[in-house]
């Protein structure tokens, strides 16, 4: 891909009078080394009849000698040329094995032939104090470079100098500004005196507006242009000449474009020559216009081609309206990182070290942009054959009529920040919670290790390793071991509150009940994964009567639903006692609707039973408890095992970072409802808390948006656009906050060539 672009210089002189004029030397014609290719030239020069002459100099560079045969009043120099810019990599080469660290020696007859380049001119004291701080240890040679480039960059401001001739280096090193030649030439000087050959570069330099703003520095001009300008090259054997340019700090690219290099600045001059005495007014004018662009990634459209695009998107938009076809369109952009486009993670394995930490700082990118008050879900996405577990999966779900669904984004935990959360921090939430809920806070359950399970493991070990260095094969089991023996045994894990939502009561509420397991503590499921993953749900009282699955039931899609609960009375509920139903039960109806409601009334606590309609609330009051202590169990012996709660929320704490795991939830008005008692009780406690668990039930009400690894991509799961201009926003957001957060849509492989992310980018039609 290039930009074609055409250059404009014109350089004017206007005499008081008419006036001879010796021959003028003009260096303004790219040099043969230049490797910015250079599509056509042209010079003319006007004021007088003159013979025109192409020469080359002793150092190859090209003269135009120009010899006038009568007075003149005046002298015009214009120079028109097109040049092809495509991007250039100035580290593209190699050196020969004895130049590759610094210090070294140039061999004899290369030393011999770059003698003008190595002429030593008079350092004064402040080079020499200059050349005294310079770092002489041996290193890497293009390292001492760059070094020193940038250094003198810093050191060095750069000012706008009219004044003819070039500074000393001390006079450059004292007053701390100068011009583009005045930082050249320094750089030359301080670089022979450390044994290298350079020479003085004049030439033009293009620097084009970019399509998009700079992520790590300077973004560069705010529009395109061109000026004189000057740089050095040093040579290296293996290399040739090397272009540093000390005024940007930089190696030069495709946008220097050489005119003249020689050993002395004066030797480099655009334009010499003399003429008789008399005033003369001199003005220039230069300028750059694109006149070619291929497409690119970054600019793949003119404005003329968008505004075609942005027409024919609204057309399709009205037929669509006029025929009533409800259509939708969704998409599933992948992207990669921009800074490690060679890690497994960014090629072919679906997780890494980093993929985790910049799909966190995109969802929250994405959740400012398009989600605010929604709610941040870390669940679990994808699983395929070979994984030992489901892959992250990161949400944000927020509601369609504009109510918040978490309010407070301070409550939401960062997943690489440590908050010192521990097991007493999750038993003061999980209490405080079944307060709001108006349940049993003694229901409450800690949670630990099986501790037989790994004890067991712990003796078929070698006798010679120890439990936390355990020599296993297997990476993961190896962790594990050595985390839970890390942690201790009869270390709580965390605490789980058996839960469910009475939906079929006159009063609809939140419902707990004790879980009896044989052992004297909970053990969960040897695992990795989440407390709520782990819980040993078939340990509970065993029964062959099985309802409904909790009263779960799907809803009809097709079913008309009444209006959600607004945030501000489901907070006011758990700020002021108010029992659930008064707030659930205005939109309970819908619900029931679609239940398929056959069984009697439960026991509030969740041991009264099914059955004939005689269950009576055995919930006792929510009576103070210490939150600190291992949590009780209730005496359930003699309740109904079919009545037992087998669905929990839990509070883990893990990573210092409280982790609230959420049950499952049939109806998003139930679900909602328990978010907010979860957002309620972390400002209550001032606990940032990370969500994870069951996601919110489907339901055309919440929109949502996530983020997942893939194999060498990270997958942005958009919600669908219901008209063009909807597309469009949701389409440039996206892309721009993936971009903000270092993750983009192409690559390059190995020998250069570019090519995509690898992941595809699917679009999702529906109505």
């Known amino acids: 891909m290039s930009i074609h672009v055409a250059l404009h210089h014109k350089t004017s002189y206007a005499y008081s009078k008419r006036i001879t004029l010796g021959p003028q030397v003009i260096r303004l ?39 006038f045969n009568e007075p003149a009043e005046h002298l015009d120099i214009e120079v028109d040329l097109v040049a092809s810019l495509s991007s250039i990599n100035p580290f593209d080469f190699f050196l020969e094995p004895a130049a590759e660290k610094f210090p ?31 770092d002489r240890t041996p290193r890497k040679t293009i390292d001492l470079l760059v070094d020193l480039n940038q250094r003198l960059q810093q050191q060095i ?23 583009c030649q005045d930082s050249a030439w320094l750089l030359c000087q301080a670089l022979r005196h450390l044994g290298f050959a350079t020479r003085f570069v004049s030439g033009y330099l293009i620097q084009l507006v970019a399509d998009q703003k700079s992520l790590d520095g300077p973004s560069g001009p705010e529009a395109d242009f061109t000026d004189l300008h000057a740089w050095t090259e040093v040579y290296l054997p293996g290399a040739g000449w090397v272009g540093l340019d000390p005024t940007s700090g930089l190696l030069a690219g495709e946008g220097h474009l050489p005119l003249a290099c020689t050993p002395q600045p004066i030797s480099a001059a655009p334009i010499t020559g003399g003429h008789e005495p008399c005033d003369v007014d001199f003005s220039f004018e230069m300028s750059v216009s694109r006149v070619y662009e291929d497409p690119r990634v970054t600019k793949p459209y003119t404005e003329e081609q968008w505004d075609r695009i942005e027409s024919l998107g609204h057309q399709v938009d009205e037929r669509l309206r006029h025929n009533d076809v409800r259509l939708t369109m969704g998409g599933e952009p992948t992207f ?14 679906a997780v890494g070290p980093n993929k985790r930490r910049l799909a966190d700082d995109l969802m929250l990118r994405l959740k400012q942009r398009f989600g605010q008050g929604g709610l941040l879900h870390y669940g679990q996405g994808k699983w395929y054959p070979g994984e030992s577990l489901p892959r992250w999966s990161f949400h944000c779900y927020w509601r369609k009529d504009g109510q918040p669904v978490w ?33 049993n806070t003694e229901h409450a359950i800690d949670g630990y290790e099986d501790s037989m399970y790994y004890a067991w493991r712990e003796r078929r070990l070698p006798a010679n390793v120890d439990p936390r260095d355990s020599k296993l094969d297997d990476p993961e089991e190896r962790e594990r071991i050595a985390r839970v023996f890390e942690q201790g045994l009869t270390a709580a894990v965390g605490v789980a509150l058996p839960l469910r939502y009475c939906w079929w009561e006159a009063q609809p509420r939140w419902e707990s009940g004790a879980w009896v397991v044989r052992s004297e503590e909970m053990f969960l499921i040897p695992g990795d ?39 501000e009375s489901l907070r006011r509920r758990m700020g002021a006692g108010v ?14 609707q679609s239940h398929q409601v056959g069984f009697g009334r439960h026991g509030a606590n969740g041991v009264g039973g099914y059955g004939d309609d005689h269950g009576e609330t055995d919930e006792p009051s929510p009576e103070t408890h210490d939150p600190e202590a291992p949590l009780a169990k209730v005496d359930v012996r003699y309740s109904d095992p079919a009545n037992v709660i087998r669905t929990a929320l839990c509070v883990e704490p893990r990573g210092g970072v409280l982790h609230v795991f959420m049950p ?30 069951y996601e919110p039930p489907h339901d055309h009400r919440l929109q949502h948006i996530k983020v997942t690894p893939d194999p060498g991509v990270l997958e942005v799961n958009v919600h669908p656009a219901e008209s063009w201009d909807e597309l469009v926003n949701i389409t440039t957001g996206v892309y721009e906050d993936a971009r903000n957060s270092r993750l983009g849509t192409e690559k390059f492989d190995l020998d250069g060539t570019h090519t995509g992310s690898g992941g595809g980018n699917h679009v999702v039609l529906g109505g």
Request: glycine residues 8%.
């Open 104 to 134: 070294f020696v140039y061999d004899a007859d290369t030393h011999e032939q770059l003698k003008p380049y190595l002429a030593l001119p008079p350092a004064g004291p402040r080079l020499h104090s200059l050349l005294g701080t310079i």
């Open 664 to 693: 499952p939830c049939d109806r998003l008005e139930v679900y909602l409802d328990l978010i907010a008692a979860v957002e309620d009780t972390a400002e209550s406690l001032d606990t940032p808390v990370i969500i994870e668990g």
């Open 336 to 349: 990669v990182s921009i800074d490690d486009m060679e890690g497994d993670e960014w090629n072919t394995a």
């Open 29 to 67: 014609r790219p040099a043969p080394h230049c490797r910015t290719p250079v599509e056509s030239y042209s010079l003319r020069v006007s004021g007088g009849e003159h013979f025109l002459n192409w020469q080359q100099d002793p150092f190859g560079n090209y003269l135009a000698r120009c010899v």
């Open 579 to 592: 029992p659930v139903g008064a707030v659930m039960q205005r939109y309970a109806g819908s619900v029931k």
């Open 157 to 179: 401001d750069y000012v706008v100098r009219m004044e003819p001739g070039v500074q000393t280096a001390d006079q450059t090193l004292e007053i701390g500004r100068g011009s």
């Open 529 to 567: 994964s989440p407390m709520g993953y782990r819980l040993p749900l078939i340990g509970l009282l065993y029964t062959s009567k099985v309802y409904g699955s909790e009263g779960f039931y799907e809803r009809d899609p097709l079913a008309v639903t009444a209006e959600l609960p607004a945030y």
């Open 407 to 439: 309010q407070n984004d301070q409550l939401f935990a960062r997943v690489d920040n440590d908050h010192g959360h521990t097991i007493d921090h999750a038993r003061r939430f999980a209490h405080a919670l079944a307060q709001r809920l108006e349940v």
